[in-house]
Structure formats: structure tokens, C-alpha cells
């Protein structure tokens, strides 16, 4: 079959990595793509946000799968999107409706959400405009940390940990009144802080059934030991040692059999990946952080080639309601990503450096995701913050850090930065 990811980032490159593989995938393209996702299919040149184009590219192609990647094109209705036309209507689309993507585009939507179906989370209270004062007081008398999320996307940026209550205050006020986040910012969730390790677990439904993909850890600081400003993600690393079967038991019973349930009682049209972010506190008590309707990234790139099925065949089973016939068989190699970013991110960077060492072949047991690159004539260039990211397998984390560092070592771009902590707390 003719198959279509909607994208641009390492997710994307990963994932037509993977299906790119499958005997079942004929011709596949990738919009808008990058450099590596060229390595593996056509590039088209249309924005995520272009839906009118992407129709026209399903019809001109002759598509029967189509892979959204990113969250703004989920949030704004693109599945709806599809369906609503007769000529993309038969399509298999392996993403959200716009009503089901509010668990990701609005943060009160997650939070009642799980609040009805009795989901653990942190305690909350939502303010606006209209309530402003009321909210000034309710973070006067907060227990610190408090911490303060815009209701809608925020390009990763719309969570705030504030230590202290002047910090609090001022952030609510540089939301609400001075639209710090725009609209996304126009509502906040004021929120308890947990104390705990952060998790990502990842389910892909198909409406009815679902299945679990390999759990991940990441890490979002810039610096090495957690230090400096939050990123978009600089590694993340697969399995988590200490998520055990009792845990993950757990996790099953009390977040995602009730989330999965939760969408089908609500009627609402789920057929994609479900982003667990959780927090597990007191040792071993899970509680939803945040939900996501797509693959995290980096997490994908240690997900995705840590899973030994034919992807398409997985999503092919999505289409029909069939998940529950598919048997997931996961990689028990340990796998690190690293990210390798522009310097001066998250801040101002700039773009266009040449990257040399990628003609050459990866060493043995490592893979190389492109994220913000692009192709100039015959070479390579930098075109984002996040630019590549080194995927490596070992026997445990430490020795899938250290094959992933080997590697990194033979890439090179003007500037370029990367941790060289991944893992560090399991080594």
C-alpha cells in the first residue's frame, strides 16, 4: 500500500525508518519530511497544517495510510478532516478526532476528563479572566512548588514549576492578562506539585482494543545532571530498569484500561497513540502528568526500533478494529537516544551549518534519526534546534549511552551540543 506520515522531526524519520521495512508498505511519503526522511521515501513539500494539499496528495497517490505525527494538525481536526471528504473518507488515518485530541490541546479537558473516570492525577483548579482574583488568592495560600500550565498548546513551553509565590503570581499575570502563551494562555490550570520520576508509556487503540509499546524515560533539561532551561527533549533511553511487572500492572489497571474506556464511554473517536506522561510518586504510585495524542519525541526513537512487529501490520489492525489479534514483540536490548542540537537552544540558534560524518555508515548497533535537518544540493545542513538524534543498543543503558556517544563522536556541525548523561541515574 501507498502510505503517508505527516511531519517533519525525528518521530517522522524514525517512523518511516520502521514502515519503510514492512513488506506491505509499497510507495511512502512524508510531508513536509526532512533530510533523513528523504533517505526512506518522497518528501512533499506541504505543511502539517495544509490539509487541503495533504487531500490533494492522498488522492494524487493514492494513499491508504496516513500516519499524523505532530499535534497541531490533530488538534485542529485533520482525521475530521479526512473523513469528511468521500475520496479520503476510506482512508486509514492513524490519529485522534479533533474531539478526542482535546486531551492533549486542552488541559481542563484532561483534567475533567480524568476526574470523571476516577484517573489519578495531580489536584487542580482552573482560572481565567473572568475569575483572575480568585486565582491570585488560591496561589497565595498554595502549597510550593506551585505549578501553573496553559490550558492549550504552548510548543512545550506552557508548564511552569514557580518556587516560590511572587514567581507564581507574576507568571499568572503574564499568562492571563498579557496573553504570555496567546490564546493557549487564556486559561491555567493551577496545579499540585508531585515529587516522583517521570515516566512515558505509550498505547496505540484502535477505539475498542489497545495495545502497549516499550516505556520510556527522557530528558527535557539542556544541561548534563538536569541543569538549565527544558528543551523539547535531549535523549531519552529504553526499558526503565525499575518499571517492573507489579508497576506496569498498575499503570494498566488504573490509568490506561480507564482512559481506554473513558474515550469509548464519552463517544469519543480515538484510533491512534495515547501518550501516558506519568509521575510515579511514593515509590511506586502512578499518577497522569499530561496526556499526548501522538508519539513523544525523542521517546520514538528508542520506542520504535526497540519493537520487532511490522508496523504497518500493527496499524492495518488499527484500521479494523483488530488489535486485540496482535501480539507485540519487544527488542530486550536496552536503547539510549541522544540528541544532538544547534548551540544556543532552546534560545536563539542559527541554521544552515554544514553536518559531516553522515555519509558514512552508522558503527554496529546504533541508528541516526534526523530531526531539524535539510537537504542543500549535495549536502546536509542544520535547520532547527533539535538537529539528529544517535540511537544506540547494549546490554543495559550504560553500555547503550556509551555505543551512542561512540557515535556521536564521528558526527560534527558547527556549534553542536548534546548531554552526555543520558541514563546517567541507571549506570
Known amino acids: 500500500m501507498n502510505i503517508l506520515i505527516v511531519g517533519a522531526g525525528g518521530r517522522e524519520h524514525t517512523l518511516a525508518w520502521k514502515i519503510k521495512q514492512s ?25 502539517t497544517t495544509d ?37 479520503t473518507r476510506h482512508v486509514n488515518v492513524i490519529g485522534p478526532s479533533k474531539n478526542a485530541s482535546q486531551l492533549e490541546g486542552s488541559k481542563a479537558f484532561a483534567k475533567s476528563f480524568m ?6 492525577t495531580a489536584k487542580y483548579t482552573g482560572f481565567t479572566m473572568e475569575n483572575y482574583s480568585e486565582g491570585v488568592d488560591y496561589i497565595r495560600k498554595h502549597a510550593l512548588p506551585v505549578v501553573l500550565k496553559a490550558d492549550g498548546l504552548a510548543a512545550g513551553k506552557g508548564v511552569l514549576i514557580c ?34 520520576i517521570e515516566v512515558s508509556v505509550f498505547a496505540l487503540s484502535d477505539g475498542d482494543n489497545y495495545v502497549l509499546l516499550p516505556e520510556a524515560k527522557d530528558y527535557k533539561r539542556i544541561g548534563d545532571g538536569d541543569k538549565g532551561l527544558n528543551t523539547g527533549g535531549m535523549g531519552a533511553v529504553s526499558p526503565i530498569p525499575f518499571f517492573d511487572a507489579a508497576l506496569r500492572e498498575k499503570i494498566n489497571r488504573t490509568i490506561i484500561e480507564p482512559t481506554i474506556a473513558g474515550l469509548k464511554m464519552d463517544e469519543l473517536d480515538y484510533k491512534g497513540f495515547i501518550f501516558f506522561g506519568l509521575m510515579i510518586a511514593n515509590g511506586n504510585e502512578p499518577f497522569v502528568i499530561e496526556y499526548n495524542c501522538r508519539l513523544g519525541d525523542p521517546e ?26 496482535i501480539n507485540i514483540e519487544i527488542d530486550e536490548r536496552a536503547a539510549a537516544t541522544i540528541v ?45 534546534g533539535r538537529v539528529l538524534a544517535v540511537t544506540a543498543f547494549g546490554a543495559d543503558i550504560r553500555e547503550a549511552s556509551e555505543v551512542g556517544l561512540y557515535m556521536l563522536e564521528q558526527l560534527y556541525f558547527e556549534d553542536m551540543n548534546f548531554r552526555s548523561d543520558i541514563g546517567y541515574e541507571f549506570v
Not at 494539499?53 to 491508504?64: C, D, F, P, Q, W
Not at 505532530?70 to 475520496?87: K, M, R, S
Not at 541554521?351 to 535539510?374: A, Q, R
Open 300 to 325: 520514538t526513537e528508542v520506542v520504535i526500533p526497540r519493537l520487532k512487529n511490522d508496523l504497518v501490520e500493527i496499524f492495518s489492525a488499527v484500521g479494523q478494529r483488530k488489535l486485540n489479534e
Open 115 to 120: 476526574e470523571h473516570h476516577k484517573i489519578p
Open 163 to 196: 518556587q516560590s509565590h511572587i514567581e507564581a503570581l507574576a507568571e499568572f499575570e503574564l499568562m492571563i492578562m498579557r496573553s504570555k502563551f496567546g490564546e493557549a494562555g487564556k486559561k491555567v490550570i493551577v496545579e499540585e506539585f508531585l515529587q516522583g
Open 340 to 384: 544532538a542540537v544547534s548551540g544556543g537552544y532552546p534560545g536563539e540558534f542559527k541554521k544552515g551549518y554544514v553536518i559531516s560524518g553522515l555519509e558514512n555508515e552508522p558503527i554496529e548497533d546504533s541508528l541516526v534519526f534526523h530531526s531539524g535537518t535539510l537537504k542543500e544540493e549535495e549536502k546536509i545542513i542544520t535547520n532547527g
Open 51 to 87: 490539509f487541503e494539499g495533504l487531500r490533494k496528495a492522498v488522492v494524487s497517490n493514492k494513499i491508504e495510510l496516513i500516519i499524523i505525527g505532530p499535534e497541531e494538525p490533530l488538534v485542529n481536526g485533520i482525521t475530521d478532516y479526512f473523513n469528511l471528504h468521500a475520496e
Open 23 to 47: 513488506p506491505l508498505c509499497n510507495e511512502l511519503f512524508i510531508a513536509p519530511g526532512n533530510a533523513g526522511t528523504a533517505l526512506c521515501g518522497s518528501n512533499l513539500q506541504i505543511e
